[in-house]
């Protein structure tokens, strides 16, 4: 309908914008390339190596990095190949990292968009929830769970999911409350758009810059908690690995293999560092208030 | 005599590559105790020329020309040298008290400092000279006040501590930057009125800025009409008020409403792009009195009878 | 200002509340009991166990009980140490994590704002570039990959520092520093931008324009209020030392109360894994109320009320 367009904010033109200062900063879109080779490599390395993730090669445990032997990362005390080893660790590091931000994105946005919208006592509820959580110390509840249900992996990804939803509640309900607010909001409330119709059409598309970088930014924090309970060997089961019980296995073997602790610490490292410097140069892309912007 | 002198004062702005001259060639003389106005639109580079000339300009911004203080150069000074004047031969005062003074330290701290800065005084020296300044500027209990924090006084009185704070050191002018602009209407007179005595008591020489004709009747000794980074008029406020000489002086007093029985005018067009100056006068895409010398070339500030100045092409009053 | 303590404290106990029944009542949902890790009990002696530890009883009235320990410092018998209770299990390993700790968090702020100082003093040139990569690297590179990265350094390759143990000052340097370096790069970040936002703003202005001399802007006008920020920040600062510290005294094997923990997790020692989620839950709950109330007195303007 034209009056809904007119109503509506382009978001094209906000985006277009956006994008353009992303792609002027040199080192988001440096991190943003490595993390996308990162994330082919991980998907297409098994199959470049003839070795299975749990795998033994019973001549050459232990054994440094050696392109001559096939083991381009080495192999671990178990003989198992520490390249295809990398690369699965990475899938599953990846992947909790992206599910359980999904989840948290979800749980985030639904509570702050709802308790923004709503207003009045059911946000003032609904946030004082949210305070009461923020105050527990949530590693150590994962890590009881962990301990109390065992190490499924979905219950990992809900735990650590669940983690994070808060600042994602609490951001996009204070940009609820400003949007509810604006004029497009207040005309198609005029026209009589129910209120569910408002907070999909008009107000979630507008909340997708700020959720963008606060998800960028939840990944990062997510894998790291992962990592750590993999590290404690609270993480994923033998024979799957991720990138933390990789560091885990090399913390131990110091002094004899340091490339089982090196490698896989490097690639976390790495695509923390990179998941980083891309949120912020998000945040700095979309944030209104840079001063770069010519006003 | 002239206590402050500027000369083809300029401000160039340089960010990300692009150019501007929000302030293009200011010319004025301040005299001695005399409170000049510089009236303007929001824009026209009036508060960018007060900072430029307290050293004060926002990274990017440089200032080129020359405003020479009691003998003394400004533009171009060093930190060092701008720092022994600033707040006590030249001191300013800001439109937003709130925001002006620190929240976290008492008035007493903030309104001596420049007296412990510039002029050695101790703690306990300084604090007596604050609850004198804060006395003259008319608060009620001035040895309480000093203890206090800004947010506990209310607007107006914050403007005062403001300025009693800039005048502690005696300056010889004192730059002010919409110091009513913040303040409700009541308050704003009694400002006004605060400025004046200040004058008569210390023969402190003031420059106020504003875009208030109505500030500028009735505090003003002389005034200047500041459009598009220059200066296009200046003359002493009645004569300013009875026979303005440049067009864009004339839309101003017809922009106001009320006056002379008439319903508010205002004048058509926008101020220019100062990124994008015209060779010619900058106020002709508006002028209802343009000639085509207008469009070529830009008239300079000329001396007219009197103590008057115009930069206008026309010979007579609009 | 007390009315903003009193309701701050006031605030706190819903927290508490819903940290101690939720540990509890996982606790209670887990499959499985207490005893299922070892052999099959006969019953008569499983049921006389589980008379002799309540759990026979109803839940609501476990929790009572419970709770009424708590009270009193009590955290219950530890199931994997048996001849331990869990309090005595945390009055030995709490000492030890609390040196640790407050030597981390005062290497944390005094490295930590002093970068982030020096940064946002010359913005957007060399030192301002280096420190916030550095700081970037020290956000993103987990502690349990660092530490043993710096154990591998500094003691296999180049001995100046013993890999373990906590014997001597040079022991504490690895442990400590590893602790804190996260920390230190958050708390650069946060000073870098709190100062940058300070400097700009209008009161800053004012100072210079009474021709102050820099270092009295800087000290007397600026530091308070770009620190404040910092200060709030302790709170979860020390929530994240605290849950980093568990990762350090298992790489260095420092007997500290998170050793107690990850050995408590790994054993299914239930009550004592609570214990510990309940203590140091209780600690970054009372550091937040002291940071909190601390800010309150810092600022003016919650100080003298509005």
């Known amino acids: 309908m034209a009056t809904e367009t007119l109503l509506v904010r382009p978001p094209g033109g906000l985006w277009v914008d956006a994008l353009r200062r992303l792609a002027q900063n040199r080192v988001a879109v440096a991190a943003g390339t490595v993390l996308a080779v990162l994330a082919i490599a991980v998907v297409v390395g098994p199959s470049l190596s003839p070795w299975r993730y749990d795998q033994t090669d019973w001549n050459l445990m232990a054994a440094p990095p050696d392109f001559g032997s096939g083991h381009w990362f080495g192999t671990d005390a178990l003989g198992r190949d520490l390249f295809v080893r990398v690369m699965h660790g990475g899938r599953v590091s990846l992947a909790v990292g992206i599910v359980a931000t999904l989840v948290s994105l979800l749980i985030g946005v639904t509570w702050g968009a709802v308790a923004g919208y709503v207003g009045g006592r059911v946000d003032r509820v609904m946030m004082r929830i949210v305070d009461i959580l923020y105050a527990l110390p949530f590693m150590f509840l994962v890590i009881l769970l962990m301990v109390l249900f065992g190490r499924s992996i979905l219950l990992m990804f809900l735990a650590i999911g669940a983690i994070n939803w808060l600042d994602m509640a609490r951001i996009v309900r204070g940009q609820t409350l400003s949007l509810r607010e604006r004029e497009f909001v207040e005309a198609a409330r005029a026209m009589g758009m129910p209120s569910g119709a408002i907070i999909r059409r008009h107000i979630v598309p507008n909340l997708l810059g700020v959720v963008a970088v606060t998800a960028t930014l939840t990944v990062p924090q997510v894998i790291l908690v992962e990592s750590f309970l993999s590290f404690l060997g609270l993480g994923v089961q033998e024979p799957m690995t991720s990138w933390g019980a990789l560091v885990n296995d090399g913390a131990h073997e110091l002094e004899g293999a340091p490339w089982m602790l090196l490698i896989p610490g490097a690639f976390l490292a790495v695509t923390l560092f990179c998941l980083n410097f891309l949120g912020d140069g998000l945040r700095d892309a979309l944030d209104p208030r840079d001063p770069g912007r010519a006003r | 005599m002239s206590v402050l002198t500027l000369r083809n004062l300029s401000v160039r702005i340089r960010r990300h590559g692009l150019q501007s001259a929000p302030v293009a060639g200011v010319d004025l003389e301040v005299g001695e105790g005399e409170i000049l106005g510089i009236v303007g639109e929001s824009g026209c580079g009036k508060s960018l020329t007060l900072l430029a000339l307290m050293g004060l300009l926002p990274p990017g911004a440089a200032a080129s020309g020359s405003a020479v203080l009691a003998g003394r150069e400004l533009i171009g000074a060093s930190a060092a040298d701008m720092t022994s004047v600033r707040g006590a031969e030249l001191a300013m005062v800001f439109q937003d008290p709130m925001s002006a003074l620190n929240p976290y330290l008492r008035l007493g701290v903030q309104v001596g400092e420049a007296l412990e800065a510039h002029r050695g005084m101790v703690r306990a020296e300084a604090r007596d000279a604050a609850e004198a300044l804060l006395r003259a500027v008319h608060f009620p209990d001035p040895g309480v006040a000093l203890t206090r924090y800004p947010h506990q006084f209310s607007g107006g009185m914050r403007q005062r501590a403001t300025i009693a704070m800039a005048l502690a050191c005696g300056p010889r002018v004192l730059l002010a930057d919409e110091p009513t602009t913040a303040l409700d209407v009541t308050v704003q007179a009694q400002i006004l009125a605060l400025f004046r005595e200040l004058r008569e008591a210390t023969n402190t020489a003031i420059v106020l800025v504003t875009h208030d004709l109505g500030v500028v009747a009735a505090l003003c000794d002389r005034v200047a009409v500041m459009y598009a980074g220059r200066i296009v008029e200046s003359a002493p406020v009645d004569e300013l008020f009875a026979r303005p000489l440049h067009p864009y002086t004339r839309g101003l007093l017809d922009s106001v409403p009320g006056s002379a029985g008439a319903p508010a005018k205002g004048i058509p067009g926008v101020p220019p792009d100062p990124r994008d100056p015209a060779p010619g006068c900058a106020f002709e895409p508006r002028c209802a009195w343009r000639l085509e010398r207008c469009l070529l070339e830009r008239p300079a500030l000329t001396p007219r009878d009197g103590a008057r100045h115009a930069a206008c092409h026309l010979e007579d009053a609009p | ?306």
Do not use: C
């Open chain 3, 1 to 306: 200002m007390l009315r903003f303590a009193a309701w701050r404290v006031l605030g706190a106990v819903p927290t508490l509340f819903v940290l101690v029944a939720l540990s509890f009542f996982l606790m209670r949902a887990a499959p499985g009991g207490p005893f299922d890790t070892e052999k099959l009990l006969p019953p008569e002696i499983e049921a006389s166990l589980e008379r002799a530890y309540h759990l026979d009883e109803p839940l609501w009235r476990q929790f009572g009980r419970y709770v009424a320990g708590l009270a009193r410092g009590d955290f219950g018998p530890s199931f994997q140490y048996r001849d331990y209770r869990v309090s005595e299990l945390i009055a030995a390993g709490f000492p030890v994590s609390l040196k640790l700790g407050a030597l981390a968090m005062l290497l944390a702020v005094a490295a930590g704002v002093a970068t982030g100082a020096v940064a946002a003093l010359h913005r957007n040139r060399a030192p301002d570039h280096a420190a916030m990569t550095a700081a970037m690297t020290g956000i993103s590179v987990p502690s349990f990959v660092m530490a043993p990265f710096l154990v591998l350094v500094f003691a296999i390759h180049l001995d100046w520092l013993p890999a373990g143990g906590l014997s001597g000052a040079a022991s504490y340097v690895l442990p400590v520093v590893t602790l804190a370096l996260p920390q230190i790069a958050w708390i650069a970040r946060l000073t870098r931008a709190s100062l940058i936002d300070v400097l700009s703003s209008d009161f800053i202005r004012t100072a210079r324009a009474k021709g102050l001399p820099e270092r009295t802007v800087l000290l007397r006008h600026a530091l308070k209020p770009a620190l404040l920020p910092v200060m709030s920040y302790l709170g979860p600062a020390t929530a994240a030392l605290i849950t980093g510290s568990v990762v350090i005294e298992q790489i260095f094997g420092v007997p500290g109360l998170g050793r107690y923990f990850v050995q408590g997790a790994l054993n299914r020692d239930y009550t004592l894994v609570m214990g510990v989620v309940i203590f140091y839950g209780v600690i970054i709950l009372a550091l937040n109320l002291v940071v909190d109330l601390a800010y309150g007195l810092l600022d003016p303007r919650v100080r003298h009320g509005d």
